[in-house]
């Protein structure tokens, strides 16, 4: 997201996808006000809920079903990108 929006190292987390997903930010796609909207809170939520969370904190509770969904979502988040010409490395 910060290499394809053009971000410094500055902007990190979910300020970085509001930031980049908004209406009118570099790497916000949708048909609609309403999916636009979605699709950065889709980002957003990600880095708060899932991110942010697992970054800091143990993951030996973690079970093997919880991981799995977790790297499903992700995936989905990296094929919006893929399919809206967004490069994700």
């Known amino acids: 997201i910060r290499d394809e929006g053009g ?3 500055d ?3 979910s300020d970085l996808a509001t930031e980049a997903f908004s209406d009118g930010g570099p790497l916000a796609f949708g048909e609609t006000d309403a999916e636009k909207e979605g ?3 889709t980002y ?5 809920s899932l991110r942010n969370p697992s970054h800091h904190r143990f993951l030996e509770d973690l079970g093997e079903e919880e ?4 790297l499903s979502f992700a ?3 990296l094929m919006w990108l893929d399919e809206n010409g ?3 490395n």
């Open 7 to 9: 971000y410094s190292q």
């Open 86 to 88: 967004i490069e994700s």
């Open 75 to 77: 995936n989905l988040l």
């Open 39 to 41: 699709v950065m809170l």
């Open 67 to 70: 991981a799995y969904s977790i």
């Open 11 to 13: 902007m990190t987390g």
């Open 44 to 48: 957003r939520g990600a880095f708060l």
